[in-house]
């Protein structure tokens, strides 16, 4: 699925399961935050600096579906852009576990839960977890979910 | 959490377990997929139609973190907005069923599976199934989470 010009590097095959690695950081700014929430999450917290203050979160805090789509472009710019990926069917939990705020850099770390073959002979399961850190090193986030992955040697 | 301005109209003692309604809906164009995935998922199938085309999704689909998002947007647009919302610490699953295609419309389905309170008196948590169906009744996405709310009477 990566199409032409792109190289496939990873297969379902290349997926070791038990391994963690880092595999790239991003770093938020007040606008980006505002910009998302604008769009998807208008809560007050997330989109007013000032009634973000008055909040619970004593100040402006990521939506915690921004900082899933963050993950999810750091996955792509790691890898999968350049992996047999046939998409996901979804993913088994989510943790905001802390708030996500303006200039955090957020780490994301990778680890292989699992990696087991379908029923259709081209392609793979691999159950994977990520973590997320910011600088100071506290998680701020965990998600665990599936993607499908062709098998080597099976490209059409 | 709404600030002034926004009546609080929604606490946690009203939220009706069992209770599954429609709380909105939302057209899906070409050009928000589009825009989305480039800054957050740039997989070929999510930016580029003709790539897509050549894809197992057979054309361009949303991607599904987009899907999330969009419910989180009709869910604060329906309720969330006015309500004593305190965040949320996380999903219990997304089901990713079918694609979701240029021109869709979404329509989001709200099932209340649980609501009790926590070791804190002034908040509740609510456990929400939200089905999302399109406009031929294909059941295209789930998700089941919890969300704090404050409990009627103690503002502060």
């Keep these: 699925m990566t199409g032409p010009g792109v190289a496939t590097e990873r297969y379902f095959e290349d997926f070791a399961v038990g391994e ?5 950081r991003h770093r ?3 606008d980006e935050i505002v910009g998302f929430a604008h769009q998807y999450d208008p809560q007050p917290f997330h989109t007013d600096p000032v009634k ?6 004593n100040g402006l805090i990521a939506s915690g579906w921004q900082t899933c789509a963050i ?10 852009l350049r992996a047999a ?3 996901s069917p979804g993913m088994e939990e989510i943790r905001w576990l802390k708030p996500v705020r303006p200039d955090d850099t957020l780490i994301v770390k990778r680890t292989i839960e699992e990696a087991r073959p ?5 392609r793979g399961l691999v159950l994977t977890r990520w973590d997320v850190y910011n600088q100071r090193d506290e998680h701020v986030m965990m998600m665990r979910g599936y993607g ?3 098998r080597r040697g099976a490209d059409a």
């Design 118 to 122: 379908t029923s259709k002979a081209d």
């Design 148 to 150: 499908l992955f062709g």
């Design 52 to 57: 973000a203050r008055d909040s619970i979160y």
């Design 85 to 87: 990926s046939m998409g």
């Design 71 to 80: 993950v999810m472009r750091v996955m792509c710019d790691a890898y999968l």
């Design 28 to 30: 938020i700014t007040a």
């Design 20 to 24: 963690t690695v880092e595999i790239g």
